[in-house]
């Protein structure tokens, strides 16, 4: 989907992604993957925090 988006043959994806971010391939790709991944799971942390609180009562 790169090579779509980017406008650039499947060969140069890695090189126009590194040269448009300044930064390795792999960073560009895997940094933003990593922060969504840890917001994920922040978030259904605080989602399910509630709901366990409230689960003894509901089981007594």
Do not use: C, M, Y
């Not at 840890?38 to 009562?57: Q, S």
């Amino acid at each position: 989907a790169l090579e779509i988006w980017l406008g650039v043959p499947q060969e140069k994806v890695v090189e126009t992604v590194e040269a448009w971010t300044g930064v390795p391939f792999w960073v560009a790709i895997g940094l933003p993957n990593a922060i969504q991944s840890a917001i994920d799971v922040f978030v259904g942390l605080a989602a399910t925090l509630p709901v366990l609180r409230r689960l003894p009562h509901l089981l007594d």
